[in-house]
């Protein structure tokens, strides 16, 4: 039986593939990296640094999502206004 190499916390982070486009998610990640590379490389505390600004960022989709319902709700009123 072979033994496979266990990534680092470091390595796992970075195999995280984020969109290019998504400047928050890569945001995020990027400082879970720094985190990471000053020592703070455990696990849960890594789980732990992620959580906070995942909500924020979810929170924010939410927002921007029930802004952008309104607007096309808005803009389907104005095409049946004029129907």
């Known amino acids: 039986m072979s033994e496979e190499a266990v990534p680092t916390v470091a390595e796992v982070v970075e195999s995280w593939n984020v969109p290019a486009e998504a400047t928050v998610a890569a945001r995020i990640r990027n400082n879970i990296l720094v985190a990471i590379e000053r020592g703070y490389d455990d696990p849960q505390l890594v789980a732990d640094l992620a959580v906070g600004p995942l909500v924020m960022a979810l929170g ?20 049946e206004a004029k129907g």
Do not use: G, K, T
Request: hydrophobic share 50%.
């Open 60 to 79: 924010q989709l939410e927002v921007d999502l029930a802004d952008a319902r309104r607007r096309i709700a808005e803009l389907e009123r104005a095409v």
